[in-house]
């Protein structure tokens, strides 16, 4: 067994993750990639997405016009894009596209579908969710001068731009299908990615077999890969351990990671990372007595998430403990200046105590109340019923409810819940995405609080375009302090990522989100 350790900083790749040698290799043609998915996606459409469960089924049939370099994260590489300037004053993005993209009804893709994608994003229609169209806010016009250039003018300079066009869930769309339907992606699956759409059996598996006119010249290397839902750990394990399955690239927690390794040895690779996701807690301010910051605040002192870390480290997929950006990322609040956050010192004892007068200040005893949590087992479950345990500490009783992925999203979004248990990943280390989960609802798809906060719009949009470090950092902590106050959203405990895969797979890369290096292009079998 080969184990590697990854260790992020916001410049730097992750070190020490590959294959000891296995790029030298030449890719071999052929094979079905068969891998687990724990959850399946509530519908198709990559702009309205935010689960793995979309990205790692679905991703492999769509290219994106950036995408991050698998072993030089975080640094970006042409998708669709052949190459690319940006203007001396930061407000012209020109994209050169590579010639002879086809989508996969055998149309061409042109600078216009590029086109239509974006204003999609940025401007959704009615009745289509756009998840990212905050990160495109400062996009003022999009022009397509011929068929291979498309030319983005900003209205202001965002520092965050590249990243942004290099995410994952900005899967380029036919036009040409978008005018016919704005939401036709919804249910149906066409793109220009290294496979095409077979099938999805619903509660089984998702299928896609090799695109034969991809516009990279010899790839896919797989003949198709086949992903296979199966919601329950330990048959998700078991799996991968008969090797049914040959990968899940979600994440397993340290009990799973040691099974497998002592059944199967050093047949498989293990892999590990810190992860840029949190499990938050997120309170709907519609509904009272969470309209009070008192109420929310006194949730969040609550826990301990020092002693927590501690004890679901042994059990499940979380580890560090951390404010609104994950720690250890250069902007990220430091240890020191931690403790002195609302819900973060180290006495627990007294934190609880001042939970106990808020609540009472507020008005409010014997409080009970539904919490909302995916039926994803890990981390989800047990870092549910650890939140649970930590409330009963000051008298508040919440009950645990965890419906499929579908309607647990659903809930969240149309505001059917009074406390849930949130997520909030993204595919890099970027405040201008992981922040949107905090800033106001009308401006923000993601944040599911349905509250207004107009100084958090106001330092969102102040250390976004703040190009200083030191500046930015500081408008970061202004934010950061006032978000945790009024405990609209809080985070509980940072992720910790470990994958476990059978080393005849080659060509897959690590990442600190399992969000990227899913399109699968490059990924091939050694047998």
């Not at 050093?266 to 807690?281: G, R, T």
């Not at 994958?499 to 047998?527: A, F, R, T």
Request: charged share 25%; aromatic share 12%; hydrophobic share 40%.
């Amino acid at each position: 067994m080969k184990r590697t350790l990854g260790f992020l900083a916001f410049t730097a790749a992750i070190v020490g993750v590959g294959f000891g040698g296995a790029e030298a290799q030449t890719p071999k043609r052929g094979g079905i990639l068969k891998f687990a998915v724990s959850a399946e996606p509530p519908n198709y459409d990559c702009h309205g997405a935010t689960s793995f469960a979309f990205i790692h089924p679905v991703r492999p049939h769509y290219n994106t016009l950036l995408k991050f370099d698998e072993p030089s994260y975080p640094k970006v590489k042409g998708d669709l894009a052949q190459s690319w300037t940006v203007s001396p004053d930061g407000l012209t993005y020109t994209f050169k596209l590579k010639p002879n993209i086809k989508f996969h009804d055998g149309s061409a893709m042109t600078s216009a579908d590029v086109k239509a994608t974006y204003e999609r994003i940025a401007n959704p229609p009615t009745g289509v969710v756009s998840i990212r169209k905050a990160a495109y806010e400062d996009i003022a016009a999009i022009e397509t001068p011929d068929p291979q250039t498309v030319v983005f003018k900003l209205k202001a300079r965002n520092a965050s731009m590249l990243t942004n066009f290099a995410s994952p869930w900005d899967c380029i769309y036919s036009g040409a299908k978008l005018k016919d339907d704005p939401k036709f992606p919804e249910k149906n699956v066409m793109g220009t990615g290294p496979f095409k759409f077979v099938e999805h059996a619903a509660g089984s598996h998702w299928v896609g077999e090799r695109f034969a006119d991809y516009f990279e010249k010899g790839k896919p290397y797989l003949d198709g890969y086949r992903a296979i839902f199966i919601r329950n750990t330990a048959a998700r394990v078991n799996a991968l351990q008969a090797g049914e399955v040959l990968a899940e690239f979600r994440g397993h927690s340290p009990a799973d990671q040691a099974k497998l390794v002592s059944a199967v040895g050093d047949k498989v690779n293990v892999h590990e990372s810190p992860w840029i996701c949190s499990l938050v807690v997120t309170f709907n301010a519609e509904k009272k007595p969470f309209d009070d910051a008192r109420v929310r605040r006194a949730l969040s002192l609550a826990i301990d998430r020092w002693q927590g870390a501690q004890a679901l480290s042994k059990i499940a997929l979380v580890r560090h403990v951390g404010g609104l950006l994950r720690p250890g990322f250069d902007l990220a609040t430091s240890p020191a200046d931690l403790v002195k956050l609302p819900g973060y010192g180290k006495d627990i004892n007294k934190a609880r105590a001042e939970a106990k007068k808020l609540l009472a200040e507020a008005g409010v005893k014997d409080l009970k109340f539904k919490f909302l949590n995916r039926n994803v087992p890990m981390p989800y479950t047990p870092v549910g019923v650890f939140v649970i345990d930590q409330w009963r500490q000051i008298g508040v009783i919440a009950e645990h409810e965890q419906p499929e992925t579908k309607a647990y999203i659903g809930n969240l979004r149309s505001g059917n819940y009074e406390v849930g248990l949130d997520f909030n990943c993204d595919a890099v280390d970027d405040p201008n995405l992981q922040l949107l989960k905090y800033i106001s609802a009308d401006k923000s798809s993601i944040n599911y609080g349905r509250y207004n906060d107009r100084k958090l719009d106001e330092l969102y949009e102040k250390q976004k375009r703040e190009l200083d470090p030191k500046k930015r950092s500081a408008l970061l902590r202004d934010f950061e302090k006032h978000a945790l106050t009024e405990a609209y959203t809080f985070p509980t405990i940072w992720w910790h990522r470990i994958i476990v895969n059978w080393k005849q797979i080659k060509g897959w890369h690590m990442s600190p989100s399992h969000y990227l290096n899913q399109d699968l292009q490059d990924v091939w079998l050694d047998q």
